[in-house]
């Protein structure tokens, strides 16, 4: 099954939250949906008035971590199944799409009911390994969007690891040893999603396709294919079906469920990418990818990150409907008989 889906809210939606945007992706005859994390407040705070409750149990926020005072009178996190005491402090976090952990779940419960399979990805502007604050704000981030994936259902989080900081091959490592320490942290056999870790299209950002399959070797992760992403970085390599057949026949080693990915037009520079656009624009065609995906034996997400978003990923499924039926009645005409015969 190829499914097809948008990645944030639809621009057709009138409301604007999570469960919102499940409805209305169904409304549009998609089936895949890709929640962003954004514009989320987190705030530390006295936990006075939730003790005795469970964190899933506050009706006004989102509690994502619990603090606790240690034997030496430290703060360390006891994570969030667990009552809360009157001297711990929370980590409140604010999301204008979800009001609480009832909301996340009751949008992955009609998700499914819906058919539909839910995906999310963190803040685009990730910095990992930058060794200061942002550092430690990008990894929480991340932390947050597999405790909130969890909850809604999403069987993966994506997100873009950040620039390089020195040497190639010393940033791998390290980019290994947090996708390693956070998997460790939010194991996917404990009920979190997978970590999607995406193609880069900048020159100076972790993410080139060796780069994120190497890393899925090495560590539990899932890399994701973002088409728009390796056309730019590669000078626009993805022009024939033989192209992305071998792209995608590279990801599909290493997928957890289907194959993943995403799909825009580009505007680049060389191998850097300037843009994204949307996908009747540029020299990376759908039309192309499509005639592949006809005979494409195995399960594919194809995510619009498209500026039209709900348009193109539209736009791609009827590519793809009109393609499949081309070839069934192209195969057709060849079995019929000949008259006389």
Same mark, same amino acid.
């Given at each position: 099954?190829?499914?097809?889906?948008?990645?944030? $809210?639809?621009?057709?939606?009138k409301?604007?939250t999570f469960?919102?945007?499940? #409805?209305?992706?169904?409304?549009?005859?998609? %089936?895949?949906?890709?929640?962003?994390?954004?514009?989320?407040?987190?705030?530390?705070?006295?936990?006075? #008035?939730?003790?005795?409750?469970?964190?899933?149990?506050?009706?006004?926020?989102?509690?994502i971590?619990?603090?606790?005072?240690?034997?030496?009178? %430290?703060?360390? &996190?006891?994570?969030?199944?667990?009552?809360?005491?009157?001297?711990?402090?929370?980590?409140?976090?604010?999301?204008?799409?979800?009001?609480?952990?009832?909301?996340?779940?009751?949008?992955?419960?009609?998700?499914?009911?819906?058919?539909?399979?839910?995906?999310?990805?963190?803040?685009?502007?990730?910095?990992?390994?930058?060794?200061?604050?942002?550092?430690?704000?990008?990894?929480?981030?991340?932390?947050?969007?597999?405790i909130?994936?969890?909850?809604?259902?999403?069987?993966?989080?994506? =997100?873009?690891?950040?620039?390089?900081?020195?040497?190639?091959?010393?940033?791998?490592?390290?980019?290994?040893?947090?996708?390693?320490?956070?998997?460790?942290?939010?194991?996917?056999?404990?009920?979190?999603?997978?970590?999607?870790?995406?193609?880069?299209?900048?020159?100076?950002?972790?993410?080139?396709?060796?780069?994120?399959?190497?890393?899925?070797?090495?560590?539990?992760?899932?890399?994701?294919?973002?088409?728009?992403?390796?056309?730019?970085?590669?000078?626009?390599?993805?022009?024939?079906?033989?192209?992305?057949?071998?792209?995608?026949?590279?990801?599909?080693?290493?997928?957890?469920?289907?194959?993943?990915?995403?799909? &825009?037009g580009? #505007?680049?520079?060389? %191998?850097?990418?300037?843009?994204?656009?949307?996908?009747?624009?540029?020299?990376?065609?759908?039309e192309?990818?499509?005639?592949?995906?006809?005979?494409?034996p195995d399960?594919? =997400?194809?995510?619009?990150?498209?500026?039209?978003?709900?348009?193109?990923?539209?736009?791609?499924?009827? $590519?793809?409907?009109?393609?499949?039926?081309?070839?069934?009645?192209?195969?057709?005409?060849?079995?019929?008989?000949?008259?006389?015969?």
């Amino acid at each position: 099954m190829i499914r097809f889906g948008i990645a944030g $809210i639809p621009l057709t939606s009138k409301g604007r939250t999570f469960i919102d945007s499940v #409805e209305e992706t169904h409304n549009l005859g998609l %089936n895949a949906l890709e929640v962003q994390l954004l514009r989320v407040n987190v705030q530390e705070n006295s936990a006075e #008035e939730f003790a005795g409750l469970r964190p899933r149990d506050v009706e006004d926020s989102i509690i994502i971590d619990v603090m606790r005072q240690d034997e030496e009178g %430290n703060y360390v &996190s006891v994570g969030i199944n667990t009552e809360i005491e009157e001297d711990d402090i929370v980590r409140e976090l604010f999301w204008n799409m979800a009001r609480n952990y009832d909301d996340l779940e009751t949008g992955g419960q009609l998700a499914r009911e819906l058919d539909i399979t839910l995906s999310m990805h963190a803040p685009y502007y990730m910095d990992m390994i930058a060794g200061n604050d942002v550092a430690d704000k990008s990894i929480n981030h991340l932390r947050w969007a597999l405790i909130l994936g969890k909850y809604m259902g999403a069987k993966r989080v994506i =997100t873009h690891s950040g620039f390089y900081h020195g040497q190639k091959k010393d940033a791998v490592k390290k980019f290994a040893e947090v996708y390693a320490d956070l998997v460790n942290e939010f194991p996917p056999d404990a009920g979190y999603p997978y970590i999607g870790v995406e193609t880069s299209g900048k020159q100076e950002v972790f993410g080139t396709v060796k780069e994120v399959t190497d890393l899925a070797k090495k560590v539990n992760i899932e890399p994701i294919l973002n088409f728009a992403h390796v056309h730019a970085i590669t000078g626009g390599s993805l022009m024939e079906i033989k192209d992305f057949e071998s792209i995608i026949n590279e990801f599909k080693k290493y997928a957890k469920y289907d194959l993943y990915t995403e799909f &825009s037009g580009v #505007e680049f520079e060389g %191998n850097e990418e300037k843009r994204l656009t949307a996908i009747k624009h540029g020299t990376l065609k759908f039309e192309t990818l499509s005639e592949y995906l006809i005979d494409y034996p195995d399960d594919m =997400t194809i995510i619009s990150s498209s500026p039209l978003l709900e348009h193109d990923a539209q736009y791609m499924q009827i $590519i793809y409907i009109r393609s499949y039926f081309k070839k069934m009645q192209r195969r057709h005409l060849a079995e019929k008989p000949v008259s006389g015969e």
